[in-house]
């Protein structure tokens, strides 16, 4: 029996993996993204398995394909969902001028909102090309770049519930990183994204509290609380002095003999420990390039634009059905609506993110009728139509894969300490 690698990141639901040479098996028999190709010289593997050498057939597929049954459902899915949302808070809260207000709409604000979101896709280009290619990692062109965070970007809807995470975790794969590496270096992706936008909020909290801007008390203390504790909390355990044994902890040895109970409790600490490793080999990575701004300036500097820009297109939004936020509570309303929305729901979060948004959009002074029809536009704009450019980049995945298996590598950084790769972690 394959041993199992706890280090992995599931599939996205929705995309069919391409047929690597040797590709191991996942427990379904079907091979994944993130299986580790067989040694060369054994392609095959056990009677009745999936991995085999690549044949012309295989070859003609493209390394991701879309699911059409799974995309459709999704869609379907989605659909339901954000018209529920939409209907139930229409009526909750009374908002019957719904129509009226869309008529009377700044028609010009809404069309610049798109503006905002090409300064997102930028910001996020810069920012996943820069992260992605610090100390040893693969050194995408721009396009490549724009290529892999404008499929990620459609790939909720059509089916992926993890979306960019795992596209990035694709990309990085098939540019040469194993899947210990790759995984660590998503995580270091996801940490700096996060933390960009929890600074975001913490900074309007502060200036809430200060100023004395209309926003519910307890979500700004929530954030002046919350956001502290967490960074301290990384900068203690990912230190240099102390994280390389919980980075790189010991895993304890499988034993057929034990008991159900004592197994079962070995796997759970194992997997604990691994999930806390890899997450603070992330931040490790993530304290490397802010370390060295100038270095990875673009990984630096792009969350920051991107949040920025993603904010913005919410801003014009609500402007664009008469309401006049405050900045710095939008700000708050904003990040607030996002992180709680941010769990892996069904069909990309549809419903469930509009409903947060506006939520809090209202409880920081936003009229309901703006809120509702704000965020709905402004999920139009980052969530329906990036599907749109990511079909039309299905056709050219082949070309992409190609692309990324030829990707060069940076030098290793001979001042990172500790490194966050594991010992036997490559990158080529």
């Known amino acids: 029996m394959d041993e199992e690698n706890p280090h992995t990141v599931g599939v996205p639901r929705g995309l069919v993996p391409y047929r690597q040479r040797g590709a191991r098996c996942s427990q379904n028999n079907t091979p994944t993204l993130f299986d580790r190709p067989a040694p060369e010289g054994n392609p095959t593997a056990r009677p009745g398995s999936c991995a085999r050498v690549e044949s012309s057939t295989d070859s003609d597929q493209s390394p991701l394909k879309l699911d059409g049954r799974k995309a459709m459902i999704g869609v379907i899915a989605a659909v339901l969902l954000a018209s529920a949302a939409f209907t139930g808070l229409s009526q909750f809260t009374g908002s019957n001028n719904v129509g009226q207000a869309v008529s009377r709409s700044n028609k010009l604000l809404a069309g610049i909102c798109v503006f905002g979101q090409l300064l997102a896709y930028a910001g996020y280009t810069f920012a996943y090309r820069g992260a992605a290619r610090a100390s040893g990692g693969p050194r995408y062109g721009y396009l490549t770049a724009l290529r892999i965070v404008v499929f990620g970007s459609g790939t909720a809807i059509l089916g992926a519930s993890v979306g960019g995470l795992a596209v990035d975790f694709w990309a990085l794969r098939r540019s040469g990183s194993d899947a210990r590496v790759a995984a660590r270096r998503v995580l270091a992706i996801g940490t700096l994204e996060w933390s960009v936008l929890s600074i975001y909020a913490f900074l309007a909290a502060l200036l809430v509290l200060i100023a004395g801007i209309r926003a519910p008390m307890q979500m700004a203390l929530g954030w002046l609380l919350v956001i502290p504790a967490c960074f301290a909390a990384a900068i203690y355990l990912s230190s240099p002095q102390r994280v390389e044994p919980l980075m790189n902890p010991q895993l304890q040895a499988s034993d057929d003999t034990a008991p159900v109970a004592k197994r079962t409790a070995r796997w759970l600490l194992n997997k604990l420990k691994a999930g806390l490793g890899d997450s603070l080999a992330g931040v490790v990575l993530v304290r490397h390039i802010l370390a060295h701004p100038g270095r990875y300036l673009d990984a630096a500097v792009g969350y920051p634009i991107y949040w920025a820009g993603d904010m913005f297109t919410l801003y014009l939004a609500t402007r664009a059905f008469g309401s006049s936020p405050d900045v710095i509570s939008l700000i708050l309303a904003y990040a607030t609506g996002i992180v709680i929305s941010s769990l892996p729901l069904p069909a990309g979060g549809a419903g469930g993110v509009e409903a947060t948004v506006a939520l809090a959009l ?58 966050f790769r594991p010992d036997a972690g490559t990158e080529h």
């Open 362 to 419: 209202h409880a920081t002074g936003v009229a309901w009728t703006p809120a509702l029809l704000g965020v709905f536009l402004y999920r139009l704009l980052t969530f329906w139509l990036p599907a749109i450019p990511a079909l039309a980049l299905l056709p050219t995945i082949r070309r992409l894969n190609d692309e990324l298996e030829s990707t060069p590598h940076t030098q290793h950084d001979p001042d990172e300490q500790p490194p």
